[in-house]
């Protein structure tokens, strides 16, 4: 099984949220986790941005730990850059206009993933609006 990861599972396990557990049996028994290279921007962001907001509770080496924590994570996933082809699937696909613009990004690249991986990709993510446009696009949902 080919997974399709989108931040809100990564933030999971660096978090340590009350799915953890889920999040951490779908990754080990992934065979392959792809995504768009902005996951990495994006839980970068929510990292230093919980940070920001909590740095008087947290440790001044917690955000450090993290963001290497994260760097792990992502050595383990392939990455798709967003091209022209990834904006024209954006452009042309009107259900998109469903969710949030960085999740019709990432479904956008799911969708040329699919090109590739075809049935055995799946979509992981425990955003409920970000799943019912995957849904209406046919996929395969975890949540």
């Known amino acids: ?74 050595e383990e996933i392939h990455f798709k850059n967003i091209d022209s082809s990834t904006i024209s699937i954006v452009a042309n696909q009107d259900i998109l206009s469903g969710c949030r613009t960085l999740d019709a990004i990432h479904l956008a690249t799911a969708m040329e993933f699919q090109k590739e991986f075809g049935d055995s990709l799946v979509i992981f993510s425990y955003d409920k609006d970000f799943n019912k446009v995957a849904k209406q696009l046919k996929f395969k949902t975890l949540s």
């Open 1 to 74: 099984m080919t997974v399709y990861l989108d931040p809100s599972v990564i933030l999971s396990i660096i978090f340590r949220e009350p799915n953890l557990d889920k999040s951490i049996e779908i990754w080990k028994s992934s065979e392959m986790r792809v995504s768009s290279i902005l996951l990495e921007a994006e839980c970068k962001i929510s990292i230093k941005r919980y940070y920001f907001h909590n740095k008087k509770k947290l440790t001044s080496t917690w955000k450090n730990k993290k963001l290497e924590e994260l760097d792990k994570l992502l």
